[in-house]
């Protein structure tokens, strides 16, 4: 989510639908362990439960929300700031029900909106495993909350308008195959936490399911349905499954969080549970209200393609060439890129402001870099690059605008 994480998950049968019993070899409490250090990397809890300098699941870490900041909980054994006096029921609550040991509800940045689907035996492996971590003191921050979403009680509301409980049912029209996806899709995984839009009150929209989300602090996490320009349509299971494993194709490369997403979990995913990822996201549908807007037709000023075709000359074409073809396994296609055509430009925009680096993995280990140029390019000069590499080679997709451009520039400053 290492080799031998791997070869232990093939061997104990995490490649089957959740349901089935896992095959035991060895002392029984130390599978359960290690299975549920495979868990906790198909889960991405490090992402957000370890700081930066921090101890392992120490918490502490700041998560922006659209309201304000949620800080993530202590989660080693800590007994007085962490886990330590949580039972196996106590925590199968928080993982189930979103509620903790001492009766508060926690914000769904923590997602149990997806946790809840994992069975009771997963939840204890990754309790078993959690129990094995260093204690560490780290008493956590309260959230910076406005009132009155800083009073927890008002979850209660939120839970009956927009929160199910329940673990995941298998499909019984569906291969194993497939229903083992769904299952790490739609709970482990919480791929539809940033993948999937959502409403004012920071619920996922279900009718767009998986269609393309806000990952957070300008990055916008691309659609994973069968769309054929911005989603997976012309994406193979094989594709799919490499992507996830490597950081990266032979024409695509993963950035921002999607490539933290795959150093910190996907990669450690065995082959088996890859390929059932990719079998059921190969299977969603489009989105139920796909949004119809100008970016489907690509209506834009010649004037400034020209300009933005200059501006791509002098310093883009050297790296991901003329034809916007890139260098296959080195520099990605900004071709026919789904998350150059995205509904929102934001990763883009940023990725030109800032730069980024590609995911470093065993099998891709080196990390190719792209350079900032928010002190060489003005908000217009970005508008108008972006712009044209959105609608240039085939590409369609809505202009963006110096305005956008200068309030994100705003924003990452901060």
């Given at each position: 989510m290492r080799s031998t994480i791997s070869a232990l998950a093939m061997a104990t049968g995490l490649i089957l639908i959740p349901i089935a019993a896992h095959a035991m070899v060895g002392d029984a409490s130390y599978t359960r362990i290690q299975r549920g250090q495979y868990l906790v990397r198909a889960a991405d809890c490090a992402a957000c439960h370890t700081d930066a300098g921090g101890k392992p699941f120490a918490g502490g870490k700041a998560i922006p929300t659209p309201f304000g900041k949620i800080f993530a909980t202590n989660i080693t054994p800590d007994k007085e700031t962490g886990i330590g006096n949580w039972s196996a029921d106590n925590f199968y609550?928080?993982?189930?029900?979103?509620?903790?040991?001492?009766?508060?509800?926690?914000?769904?940045?923590m997602p149990y909106p997806w946790y809840t689907r994992l069975t009771r035996d997963d939840v204890d492996a990754i309790k078993a495993y959690l129990d094995t971590q260093e204690p560490v003191h780290n008493e956590v921050r309260?959230?910076?909350?406005?009132?009155?979403?800083?009073?927890?009680?008002?979850?209660?509301?939120?839970?009956?308008?927009?929160?199910?409980?329940g673990e995941y049912k298998a499909n019984p029209n569906k291969s194993a195959q497939w229903n083992r996806g769904a299952y790490l899709v739609e709970g482990a995984g919480?791929?539809?936490?940033?993948?999937?839009?959502?409403?004012?009150l920071g619920a996922v929209k279900t009718g767009d399911r998986l269609a393309g989300g806000d990952a957070g602090e300008h990055w916008y996490a691309s659609d994973l349905t069968k769309d054929l320009r911005d989603g997976l349509g012309n994406w193979s299971v094989n594709d799919i499954a490499e992507y996830l494993k490597t950081g990266a194709t032979k024409t695509i490369a993963a950035a921002g969080p999607m490539a933290e997403v795959i150093k910190d979990s996907t990669q450690y995913l065995s082959d088996g549970d890859l390929h059932a990822i990719a079998v059921y996201l190969k299977d969603a549908p489009p989105p139920k209200h796909e949004d119809k807007e100008d970016r489907r037709a690509g209506n834009v000023d010649s004037r400034r393609m020209m300009t933005g075709a200059a501006l791509y000359q002098d310093h883009c074409a050297a790296c991901h060439m003329e034809n916007g073809e890139g260098q296959a396994?080195?520099?990605?296609?900004?071709?026919?890129?789904?998350?150059v055509q995205s509904a929102k430009p934001d990763t883009l925009v940023h990725l030109v402001l800032q730069g980024?680096?590609?995911?470093?993995?065993?099998?891709?280990?080196?990390?190719?870099?792209?350079?900032?140029?928010?002190?060489?390019?003005?908000?217009?000069?970005?508008?108008?690059?972006?712009?044209y590499v959105r609608n240039a080679w085939g590409n369609r997709a809505a202009a963006v605008g110096a305005d956008a451009v200068k309030k994100m520039r705003k924003d990452l400053g901060r």
């Open positions: 609550r928080a993982m189930h029900d979103g509620i903790t040991r001492e009766g508060e509800h926690l914000y769904p940045a309260r959230p910076e909350l406005p009132w009155p979403l800083s009073w927890r009680g008002g979850m209660t509301v939120w839970n009956d308008m927009f929160f199910k409980p919480h791929c539809g936490a940033c993948h999937t839009p959502k409403n004012r396994n080195v520099f990605p296609s900004l071709k026919s890129n789904a998350s980024g680096r590609k995911a470093g993995t065993p099998a891709r280990p080196v990390e190719f870099g792209m350079p900032a140029f928010e002190s060489k390019l003005d908000d217009k000069q970005v508008a108008d690059l972006v712009t």
